[in-house]
């Protein structure tokens, strides 16, 4: 695949055969795509329960099952209607034009499949890459490799940790001083487990070296944590993507892949950038033979972040291999002004490899006037300069502007612009796709959202929001265990193990479920830590035999827990945080029959861990449904 044009793909064309890449920008429709084809498909000939549906976040993939099950009665309902004698016109759903088009008979026949397809849609297989996997495996028996009964994790990050300690103890008690430290150590087999298809290298490296040990450490916790999951009945997602490419390119593998496209005549993959050269595998050997129709839509400008682990280069290699590329040109979203500025700024660009290209794409409808209208600035894009020699701007002694400073000047500026934006009566169009108008509403909060590159950049243009008097959220702000709520959560627990210890109970007093401020710590009688003491200890009670839920609830009601976090800046954040923990505490100590001990243990570590956290629900929850800036 190179730079080079790529035809454009017509929903109504000849339905795709073989193997094919649709490259689609974003905004151009990736999932209404999806949910086109699979009506197609379905309305002409191909039973629902042989399509595949294939995304990559179980968020994802309950959005594109509700997408293609109201794409399949949307089309349903108009084949009904032209055959009652209303005849689709040049503004209706261009799939219902195309097969109202034909004999009534015909017409007829793709109803009554589109109609046996929806009572029969719990037969559908829309499933995340993991999920699909788990299920093959299954039906594929002992040739799947996968244990009866076994369970599968989303973290497994304590019993690496034991392995670690237990080979780093092996090694460093039989031959002295050890070479480099447990953290050190933990950290080479986290990434040698992560992974699992990388070589370990240096393998040349002498046999007393470091970095021989590295390596030899790194070997042994592959080996050992696949024996220990295998003995405790685990897998993680990883295993499940590993096991089925083991099943499909081992002995057995054509046998398998067979019974796979037996069962699959066409499958339809969603977000494929997000993938990795694992999943491609399971593609290619499953469904590449080109008999099966394997249908692949995504962004490679996406791919080059390896989001979700993914490998640009395994999306390059499906596009060279594929028999047929095209590319999503339509962007429904944004104005046909802003797409020809960012052509104009990105005209030619390569990112970092030919076939990875900046391609230009058109509004729909193709309208010249902006939806936007009386904003203090009409330009569809601008670029916000900070010059070095601005008075605000603290200089380095090299001459260079202080990035601290420089950041929170244009956390400031942005600050200050949006509230300029909503402060100026201007309003916001909302179309039709096909053109018209639907309502015209002034810019709230809401229609608003500010991109950063980190959390903490998040937080200063929160924070400057919030002196100009824009009410703001942060989305997507990283793992929650990474917030201070979590911390106190930490510190209520290590009370609660020992709530008979002087400085735990201090420790515990200051944070939101007690709510005491420093000065009630340092001036408190001896009475007040006797009491203090008592709920301490009837709360670990309550710990012991009702379990997290309980304990939250009971500390919810007792101190008025949400009354006097939102009446603090940062409250409603705070708040949602703490609750957020608190359910994943409970969901652990119900899972593992954990204590008070083990689940400070538990917590304690994931804390830790923060920066690994990727799994959505330990990502931060938005603290408001309200109308609010986006950041």
């Given at each position: 695949m190179t730079a080079g044009a790529v035809g454009a793909f017509d929903i109504s064309g000849p339905l795709p055969r073989g193997v094919t890449v649709l490259e689609a920008s974003a905004g151009t429709g990736k999932t209404y795509t999806i949910a086109a084809l699979a009506a197609r498909y379905v309305a002409e000939g191909t039973p629902l329960e042989q399509l595949l549906l294939v995304t990559f976040t179980r968020m994802a993939t309950g959005e594109l099952r509700e997408r293609v099950r109201e794409r399949l009665v949307s089309v349903e309902a108009g084949l009904t209607a032209a055959l009652a004698g209303v005849r689709p016109g040049e503004g209706d759903d261009e799939v219902v034009r195309l097969l109202a088009d034909g004999e009534p008979g015909e017409v007829e026949a793709r109803r009554a499949r589109l109609e046996r397809a929806l009572s029969d849609f719990d037969a559908a297989t829309i499933a995340t890459t993991h999920g699909f996997c788990q299920e093959v495996l299954s039906g594929l028996g002992l040739q799947g490799d996968m244990e009866a009964g076994a369970a599968v994790v989303e973290d497994i990050s304590d019993l690496l940790a034991e392995v670690v300690d237990d080979l780093y103890i092996r090694r460093f008690h039989r031959h002295g001083q050890p070479q480099f430290a447990r953290a050190e150590a933990l950290a080479i087999a986290r990434l040698a487990v992560e992974n699992p298809?990388?070589?370990?290298?240096?393998?040349?490296?002498?046999?007393?070296?470091?970095?021989?040990?590295?390596?030899?450490?790194?070997?042994?916790?592959?080996?050992?944590?696949?024996?220990?999951?295998?003995?405790?009945?685990?897998?993680?997602?990883?295993?499940?993507?590993?096991?089925?490419?083991?099943?499909?390119?081992?002995?057995?593998?054509?046998?398998?892949?067979?019974?796979?496209?037996?069962?699959?005549?066409?499958?339809?993959?969603?977000?494929?950038?997000?993938?990795?050269?694992?999943?491609?595998?399971?593609?290619?050997?499953?469904?590449?033979?080109?008999?099966?129709?394997?249908?692949?839509?995504?962004?490679?400008?996406?791919?080059?972040?390896?989001?979700?682990?993914?490998?640009?280069?395994?999306?390059?290699?499906?596009?060279?291999?594929?028999?047929?590329?095209?590319?999503?040109?339509?962007?429904?979203?944004?104005?046909?002004?802003?797409?020809?500025?960012?052509?104009?700024?990105?005209?030619?660009?390569?990112?970092?490899?030919?076939?990875?290209?900046?391609?230009?794409?058109?509004?729909?409808?193709?309208?010249?006037?902006?939806?936007?209208?009386?904003?203090?600035?009409?330009?569809?894009?601008?670029?916000?300069?900070?010059?070095?020699?601005?008075?605000?701007?603290?200089?380095?002694?090299?001459?260079?502007?202080?990035?601290?400073?420089?950041?929170?000047?244009?956390?400031?500026?942005?600050a200050g612009d949006i509230a300029r934006l909503l402060g100026s009566g201007a309003t916001l169009e909302t179309r039709r796709n096909d053109g018209t108008t639907l309502c015209t509403e002034r810019v709230a909060p809401g229609d608003v959202a500010v991109l950063v590159r980190s959390h903490r950049t998040g937080a200063q243009v929160r924070a400057a929001l919030a002196e100009a008097g824009v009410p703001a959220v942060i989305g997507g702000a990283g793992s929650v265990f990474a917030t201070e709520p979590a911390r106190d959560w930490l510190k209520l627990l290590d009370a609660l193990e020992r709530p008979a210890n002087a400085v735990l109970a201090h420790t515990a007093a200051l944070t939101p479920f007690l709510g005491w401020d420093a000065e009630r710590v340092a001036c408190a009688s001896e009475e007040s830590w006797g009491a203090l003491h008592a709920r301490l200890h009837e709360w670990a009670e309550l710990l012991r035999t009702h379990g997290v839920a309980s304990l939250a609830e009971a500390i919810t009601a007792a101190e008025r827990l949400p009354g006097r976090m939102l009446g603090t800046v940062e409250g409603e954040r705070a708040l949602t945080d703490l609750r957020h923990v608190g359910e994943l505490l409970h969901e652990a100590a119900t899972a593992e029959h954990l204590g008070a001990t083990a689940l400070a243990a538990w917590l304690r570590r994931r804390i830790a861990a923060a920066e690994q956290e990727g799994d959505e629900e330990r990502s931060r929850r938005l603290e408001s449904d309200a109308a609010a800036v986006q950041v």
């Open positions: 298809a990388a070589p370990i290298e240096p393998q040349e490296a002498g046999p007393e070296t470091v970095a021989a040990m590295r390596v030899r450490l790194a070997e042994a916790a592959r080996t050992e944590l696949e024996r220990r999951k295998r003995r405790l009945g685990v897998l993680t997602y990883d295993d499940l993507l590993t096991r089925l490419e083991g099943a499909l390119t081992g002995p057995s593998g054509a046998a398998n892949a067979r019974r796979l496209r037996a069962r699959y005549r066409v499958v339809l993959v969603d977000e494929f950038q997000d993938t990795d050269p694992v999943q491609w595998a399971i593609m290619r050997a499953a469904f590449g033979d080109g008999d099966t129709t394997l249908v692949l839509i995504g962004d490679p400008k996406q791919a080059i972040y390896a989001f979700r682990g993914a490998d640009v280069y395994a999306y390059l290699d499906a596009a060279r291999t594929a028999g047929a590329n095209a590319t999503l040109d339509v962007n429904w979203r944004s104005d046909q002004r802003l797409l020809d500025a960012y052509d104009a700024l990105f005209a030619s660009a390569q990112l970092g490899h030919p076939g990875i290209a900046y391609r230009t794409v058109s509004a729909a409808p193709p309208n010249a006037e902006a939806r936007l209208a009386g904003a203090p600035e009409g330009a569809p894009l601008r670029v916000r300069v900070l010059p070095r020699d601005d008075p605000a701007v603290a200089l380095t002694p090299s001459g260079f502007a202080s990035a601290p400073a420089a950041r929170e000047l244009v956390a400031r500026d942005v």
